[in-house]
């Protein structure tokens, strides 16, 4: 049944602070004669540096205390005593100080669903058939199915002031609603099941997905609350997915499924993660195009270990012989994949006509082993290569690992090509299918 989601939490400005409460507050010390401390002060959800609780508070009765972290504080409507992470005194009786999660309610409490508010999930719309055809009203709902789970994903992109999000930070611009088959739902499991959903969401919004402020609901009321800080989370900055801007939304459901049973097994689980951590801080070359490139052939090969040594077997492990580029080669054969080095990197080809270099890999590694191996000769010869060379052959490889990764979980429908960008387009159906699909149809 078709569900649209309505947000429990609005934001529609980015790096937006929440208040959550101002009043009067106890501190927990544990210290002998003074075990707790009025306060006065206010809990907010900021954005920057990472998404946190963040208390500012004043101390009335300072008695000499020292507020160190693992104490706790409390107030009402908090659900217990809260352990904070103190930062600094900022002056006198001054005190900020962070915690983990901000929660209101019963979390052991089973639920009708629980729906969590994603930052930074960014536009696409779905089709609903092999048609690609859509409604205004389903262009920005999918519904996925696991087991007895069903996950039912919105994004707000078109409802929010997008030009806010810009200079970076973080704004709620989805939501992601989790339901158990004709039963009740715990957080944990909820949560469990969320933390494999945000990665595969990550893989396709080509950033990471945060899922900040979670609601559990019971007979249409909000009965539990809880917003989280999230340290590893990232910053917006620009960057282009692979998804097409209208997708599938039975293949979409399908290559859930297969990323879920990777999940399954521990080894395919650290796998997957790993090649889309290195994917993701690739894409945003925040280092420089440079380490991006590292990291993505860090990437190529661990797909060349995972599927052709210990997927496949088309190669031994004992293979040392066999060069990176060689390997690399191969994984784009298993995959449908042309090595050739696409004609509208200009910059590239020149490069690899001048040095005899003749396939897409043979150039990624060629530019990467000179980077990594900085002898006098490879250094001399790393400063001529260009910045137009070294950025066509890092969105090479990153095309390469996101249609290795397609062909990994049975994608077989349209994506944006980072290669030929006047392939990108707005229009349904007008992005091109992915290599292997040769009949150009989804099922």
């Keep these: 049944m078709h569900r649209m989601i309505k947000p429990f939490i609005e934001h529609s400005t980015a790096n937006e ?9 106890t501190f927990y010390t544990g210290f002998g004669m003074f075990p707790e401390l009025k306060c006065t002060g206010k809990a907010v959800y900021e954005w920057l540096p990472f998404p946190r609780v963040m208390y500012y508070f004043q101390k009335y009765d300072v008695h000499g205390l020292i507020i160190s972290e693992e104490q ?32 209101t309610g019963d979390r052991y409490k089973q639920f009708d669903f629980l729906q969590y508010r994603l930052a930074n999930l960014f536009g696409f719309g779905f089709a609903k058939n092999e048609k690609r055809d859509i409604t205004e009203e389903q262009d920005y709902f999918i519904t996925f199915t696991i087991n007895d789970y069903e996950l039912s994903l919105q994004h707000f992109m078109h409802e929010a002031k997008t030009q806010s999000i810009i200079r970076g930070g973080f704004m709620l611009t989805g939501a992601v609603e989790i339901r158990k088959t004709g039963k009740k739902i715990s957080l944990s499991e909820a949560d469990e099941l969320m933390e494999i959903f945000r990665k595969y969401l990550s893989f396709f919004n080509g950033h990471m997905i945060t899922p900040a402020i979670v609601s559990g609901v019971v ?26 801007r209208y997708a599938h939304k039975k293949q979409l459901d399908a290559s859930w499924k297969k990323f879920y049973a990777f999940y ?20 945003y070359t925040k280092s420089g195009v440079e380490a991006s490139l590292v990291l993505i052939q860090n990437a190529l090969e661990l797909l060349c270990s995972w599927i052709l040594v210990e997927r496949e077997f088309i190669l031994d492990k004992n293979d040392n012989d066999i060069s990176a580029a060689s390997k690399i080669n191969i994984l784009l054969t298993w995959a449908g994949i042309l090595n050739k080095i696409p004609d509208a990197l200009k910059h590239l080809t020149g490069f690899a006509n001048s040095n005899n270099i003749l396939s897409g890999p043979e150039a990624i590694t060629h530019i990467r082993n000179k980077m990594v191996h900085p002898d006098l000769k490879n250094r001399k010869r790393y400063r001529e290569f260009t910045f137009p060379v070294k950025y066509e052959a890092l969105q090479m490889a990153l095309n390469y690992c996101e249609l290795v990764l397609l062909r990994l979980l049975e994608y077989n429908d349209g994506y944006r090509s980072r290669i ?14 992915v290599p292997w699909n040769k009949e150009e149809k989804v099922d």
């Design 219 to 244: 007979e249409n009321q909000v009965t539990y609350q809880s917003f989280r800080s999230i340290h590893d989370a990232e910053s917006f900055s620009p960057t282009m997915s692979w998804l097409p």
């Design 420 to 433: 030929n960008r006047n392939a990108i387009s707005d229009k349904i159906g007008a992005d091109p299918f």
């Design 264 to 283: 399954q097994t521990k080894n395919e689980k650290d796998c997957l993660e790993l090649v889309i951590h290195w994917y993701l801080v690739s894409l």
């Design 17 to 25: 602070d929440i208040l959550l409460y101002e009043g009067d507050m």
């Design 72 to 103: 706790k504080i409390f107030h009402k409507p908090l659900a217990a005593r809260t352990v904070i992470h103190t930062l600094h005194e900022t002056a006198l009786h001054s005190v900020e100080a962070y915690i983990d999660s901000y929660e």
